[in-house]
């Protein structure tokens, strides 16, 4: 009797802490599950950011008369624009382009990269599209986040804002 008493005793030992074993392999994968989630969302928040930091600067290029610091002359999808890149001291990287940059009808596609645009964890993409008369300055000053068009000042303001 004693004999069965050490077996049933071993087995319950071994049963439990399998079962105790299973647990904490559960509670490490949903730990890093959520990491990585966290992870994703912070890098995507990060991009989000950076390409509204790079709308902002093309607003700034446009509202400043002879502003060419770092801005080239490039083919944005097959259309004459100015692109600028800056890398962000975070480790992102910000593409800013401005198509019609002399006329009445900009149009700013920021994309911001983190951590950089070779392979990048997140990507967001900025677009705003200006109409209305082009003075006086300053155009705008910020850009506002809508989901619908919106009037500021003289004339409408649209923004996209994509996620890739």
Do not use: Y
């Amino acid at each position: 009797m004693e004999r069965h008493k050490r077996g049933s005793v071993f087995l319950f030992s071994l049963f439990a802490v399998a079962f105790l074993a299973s647990l904490v392999s559960v509670g490490l994968t949903r730990t890093m599950t959520e990491l990585n989630v966290a992870n994703r969302s912070l890098a995507s928040s990060r991009a989000f950011h950076l390409a509204e930091a790079g709308v902002d600067q093309a607003l700034t290029a446009l509202n400043t008369p002879g502003i060419v610091n770092g801005w080239t002359t490039s083919t944005c999808g097959g259309i004459s624009c100015k692109t600028l890149t800056r890398d962000d001291l975070s480790g992102g990287r910000v593409v800013i382009e401005i198509t019609d940059w002399n006329g009445t009808t900009p149009s700013v596609l920021a994309s911001g990269f983190v951590p950089n645009q070779a392979t990048p964890a997140a990507t967001r993409r900025v677009e705003v599209s200006l109409s209305g008369p082009t003075t006086p300055n300053p155009r705008i000053l910020h850009a506002i986040v809508g989901a619908a068009d919106a009037v500021v000042g003289q004339g409408p303001l649209w923004m996209d804002d994509t996620t890739v």
